[in-house]
């Protein structure tokens, strides 16, 4: 297979339109040809109508001059007709569709380039809490961060993970004390029931050392004092904070390996590390003049976001007592990630309540030059998991679902559906699809939504055979290897001059758009435009299989219908697979 670039039509298509807009009115070269996919052709260009009062014309005679044009253009166009009041009617002849789909097959990479390369882009996500467990909350940022990095990382960015661990602080200083004070206690993960977890014991266990620090003032001093042996390096306080952090790690491992995610122990790179560079951070800020010193504490006074009062915000990077907080350690971590990780590109994937104050760390790293203009950072926000009832999604007690609970609950309710679709399925095999399915359906429910938006958590919506869900994508892939496994697996075989049925024709134009779908998702960060993709692409192989007989066709039309069932297959595949989704080969 080789691994060169094969250029989608629809930029083949554009590059054209923009030829014709500058041999007919050279003045306007470089316009947008405003190319798009059409239901009256395989593409329609709407120029004329948008550049018409720039070339003095009519849109119709503008459309009829680039129609003219396009006649005598070398381009893709066939077929060139002009509609309504100045749309431009583009067909592409079937031999070369039929080239796309054979150099796409052809191709390890189904055709896509790398536009990425050279991009070094830091993704922070995930970033759940030591001593915590993982919960609905983290879901978001853990299946959008992951589908980013895979995304951005195939089309050619060396792609740096960070999970910005919550591994210190005062609750640590808490937390150790209590446990000293306590040594019957049990918590380590050797030491528990049979599918109990670490996290979760010291998850109860952080909470009661909290109701003791509120409680008795003498503990509460001493947890403190046990705060600032860990700030200072005491041992006996880092081995056993370092306990915690590593047993911790395995219950998140746990979870990691169940989502499929890409984060490894490589990528945890919590608040602790950046705790030797907040001194310099904060030296740098101040020799600067942007750190002021204000009412005891040192602050940045926003240029930009102004307070309830009318007033400049303030953005806190020392304490009055002279601790440090979130706002700090956010500020060096964007000061270490470009000067020691060299990357022109940062991305956080957090909740969009947090939109504010990324906007001013980002202001500050401007104003304190580690943020110029060849790098990009940005906040990559999401919305929040609803319950059935709308809001926030809880227990029936109102407490917190746990991220492992909710993963338990989609993957047996996946178990029951293709159960009863699939009764003589043996059980480890049942097992095995409705662990995949249950968990590609969370993913895909959460994909599928506009990123900034809420979305109700439904597990039976999400396990749906029918509709826009991951099982339904999971299971077009399985129909087509089951056709392709009756055929034999024959090798692709194309011929370029058998005449496009409209059904053919409709998915080979799907499958050509692939890149274009990887390219929006790059430039949105939005992995919604490729789960759209998918869909549109697994229902328009359905309605070609409907129409289109494959394994009973005569030759040579059997393999030029074998080699889209195999292209669409291989699409599906790859798109789940950047998805972060698996797609099975039998349901």
């Not at 060139?80 to 796309?100: A, R």
């Not at 904070?241 to 989502?259: G, H, N, Q, T």
């Not at 602790?272 to 800020?285: A, C, G, M, P, R």
């Not at 809001?391 to 178990?415: E, Q």
């Amino acid at each position: 297979m080789t691994n060169h670039e094969v250029l989608p039509l629809l930029g083949q298509v554009a590059d054209s339109v923009s030829r014709a807009i500058a041999h007919v009115h050279p003045e306007l070269a470089g316009a947008d040809p405003v190319v798009r996919r059409s239901e009256h052709a395989d593409f329609q260009s709407n120029a004329a109508l948008a550049l018409a009062k720039r070339a003095r014309t009519k849109p119709p005679e503008l459309a009829q001059a680039l129609t003219a044009a396009l006649a005598d253009d070398r381009g893709p166009a066939t077929h060139v007709e002009v509609s309504g009041p100045g749309f431009v009617n583009i067909t592409v002849p079937d031999q070369l569709l039929w080239n796309q789909v054979a150099a796409r097959l052809a191709n390890s990479r189904l055709g896509m380039g790398t536009p990425n390369e050279g991009q070094r882009t830091v993704i922070d996500y995930s970033a759940p809490n030591i001593a915590k467990e993982m919960h609905v909350g983290h879901l978001r940022t853990t299946i959008i961060g992951d589908s980013l990095a895979r995304v951005l990382g195939f089309l050619g960015s060396e792609v740096i993970r960070q999970n910005h661990l919550g591994d210190w602080g005062t609750q640590f200083g808490m937390l150790i004390q209590y446990l000293d004070e306590h040594p019957e206690l049990t918590w380590h993960h050797d030491e528990l029931e049979r599918g109990a977890s670490a996290v979760s014991a010291l998850d109860e266990l952080y909470k009661t050392a909290r109701a003791a620090f509120d409680d008795d003032l003498e503990f509460a001093d001493r947890s403190r004092d046990r705060v600032v042996a860990l700030q200072s390096g005491d041992p006996d306080t880092i081995a056993r904070w370092k306990e915690i952090v590593s047993e911790s790690e395995k219950a998140f491992r746990d979870i990691y390996d169940r989502l499929g995610v890409l984060l490894t122990p490589e990528d945890s790179v919590g608040e602790s590390f950046y705790n030797h560079l907040l001194t310099d951070v904060i030296t740098e800020l101040t020799e600067a003049g942007i750190a002021v010193e204000s009412e005891g504490a040192l602050v940045i006074f926003s240029e930009e976001v102004t307070g309830p009062d009318g007033n400049p915000a303030p953005l806190m990077v020392r304490k009055r007592e002279g601790g440090y907080g979130y706002d700090t350690t956010d500020l060096a971590t964007i000061r270490y990630r470009i000067h020691d990780l060299k990357a022109n590109r940062l991305l956080y994937v957090t909740d969009s309540r947090q939109a504010l104050h990324f906007q001013m760390i980002f202001e500050a790293a401007r104003r304190a030059g580690w943020l110029t203009d060849g790098i990009e950072a940005a906040h990559v926000p999401y919305g929040t998991v609803l319950g059935p009832d709308g809001r926030p999604f809880k227990t029936r007690s109102g407490g917190t679902v746990r991220l492992m609970d909710l993963l338990d609950d989609a993957v047996s309710r996946a178990r029951a559906v293709v159960s009863e679709k699939n009764p003589d399925l043996a059980a480890d095999a049942l097992d095995q699809i409705a662990e995949q399915a249950g968990i590609g359906a969370v993913k895909y429910a959460d994909l599928s939504s506009s990123r900034v938006k809420d979305y109700v958590f439904d597990v039976e919506r999400m396990v749906s055979f029918n509709g826009n869900t991951g099982v339904y994508l999971q299971y077009a892939h399985t129909r087509i290897r089951s056709i392709l496994r009756k055929a034999g697996d024959p090798e692709a075989s194309i011929d370029p001059t058998i005449e496009l049925q409209p059904a053919e024709r409709a998915l080979a134009l799907e499958l050509d758009a692939y890149s274009t779908a990887l390219s929006e998702v790059s430039s949105t960060l939005e992995p919604l435009k490729l789960c759209g993709y998918l869909y549109d692409l697994a229902r328009d192989f359905t309605t070609f299989y409907e129409a289109c007989p494959v394994l009973s066709a005569d030759e040579p039309v059997r393999s030029n219908r074998l080699a889209l069932c195999q292209l669409t297959a291989r699409t599906l595949q790859h798109g789940l697979d950047l998805l972060g989704i698996s797609a099975p080969e039998r349901m």
